[in-house]
């Protein structure tokens, strides 16, 4: 079940809001009238997650999902959004991709694929998770080949969306 997100504001409002330097992703204020905002300044700020949060009307968003309505001049509502190059603070347009759950778990490289097993005439075992399912790769005499393996698996399933 996808993640609940609260509905950003228009995106009249958020043209009207900010300005986007699309070489950098960095959205900035204007024609704003607050005391903790400067206008022409750098909205937003980088959260100990990695991801950029800034706040519209004592709501606080995600600026992925603000540069990514305000470039479709719509909502993105629940699709879940993906950063290419996994560099969470990256907002330029052209790094923010729609994809599932799925997806947004293959484009993770921390997961090595392969465990071994004592037990198993001591080999290691590589697999993967697709859509939900576990997939046995197969056994191997080394890690290297069960990682190579795995790796593979990824590229086929998931395509542009496996590092």
Not at 67 to 72: E, G, L, P, S
Request: charged share 25%; hydrophobic share 30%; aromatic share 12%.
């Amino acid at each position: 079940m996808p993640q609940q997100c609260k509905p950003l504001p228009t995106p009249e409002e958020l043209w009207d809001l900010f300005a986007l330097n699309p070489l950098t992703g960095e959205l900035f204020w204007q024609n704003i009238r607050s005391s903790a905002c400067r206008p022409d300044g750098l909205a937003g700020s980088t959260k100990a997650s990695g991801y950029v949060q800034l706040r519209i009307k004592n709501q606080l968003y995600y600026a992925h999902r603000i540069v990514r309505a305000w470039v479709d001049g719509k909502d993105p509502g629940n699709v879940m959004l993906d950063h290419k190059d996994q560099n969470k603070s990256n907002n330029k347009p052209w790094n923010i991709r729609i994809c599932c759950d799925s997806q947004n778990k293959a484009n993770i490289t921390t997961r090595k694929g392969y465990s071994f097993h004592p037990t198993r005439n001591k080999k290691y075992q590589a697999r993967i998770n697709f859509y939900k399912k576990m997939l046995h790769l197969g056994y191997f005499d080394t890690a290297e080949e069960a990682h190579t393996c795995y790796i593979e698996a990824k590229r086929r399933l998931y395509g542009e969306f496996a590092p």
